[in-house]
Nanobody, 128 residues
Framework: QVEVVESGGGSVQAGASLRLSCAAS????????MAWFRQTPAKEREFVSV????????YYADSVKGRFTISRDSANKTMYLQMNSLKPEDTAVYYC?????????????????????WGQGIQVTVSS
């Protein structure tokens, strides 16, 4: 059983930066894929980024590529999402997800249903 808890959200102006954290407990951190998804009231939950601890594979959604950076700290079992040049369209509830995804393919790592463990979500609001 893996538990994940997000922190670091908030409200910022467009162009600012935020860093989200996701602390994991339980499970085998070195074997877990950890991802960020986000959701707005008007849209379904969408993939943002993933880091697969097992293979080191990293992927980003096209909408955040070049602005967001995902990383992990194995010693502290924490994943981070550094979000720079934030835009109003980045406004959403961001969810941390973890799962034992034994694949390096984007399709598998970006697939919501492959993640069994989810955080409660954290709000990020970007105003123009």
């Amino acid at each position: 059983q893996v538990e994940v808890v997000e922190s670091g959200g908030g409200s910022v102006q467009a162009g600012a930066s935020l860093r989200l954290s996701c602390a994991a407990s339980g499970g085998t951190f070195s074997s877990i894929a950890m991802a960020w998804f986000r959701q707005t009231p008007a849209k379904e939950r969408e993939f943002v980024s993933v880091i697969n601890s097992r293979s080191g594979t990293i992927y980003y959604a096209d909408s955040v590529k070049g602005r967001f950076t995902i990383s992990r700290d194995s010693a502290n079992k924490t994943m981070y999402l550094q979000m720079n040049s934030l835009k109003p369209e980045d406004t959403a509830v961001y969810y941390c997800a973890a799962g034992y995804v034994y694949s390096s393919y984007y399709y598998d790592l970006a697939r919501e249903r492959n993640y069994n463990y989810w955080g409660q979500g954290i709000q990020v609001t970007v105003s123009s």
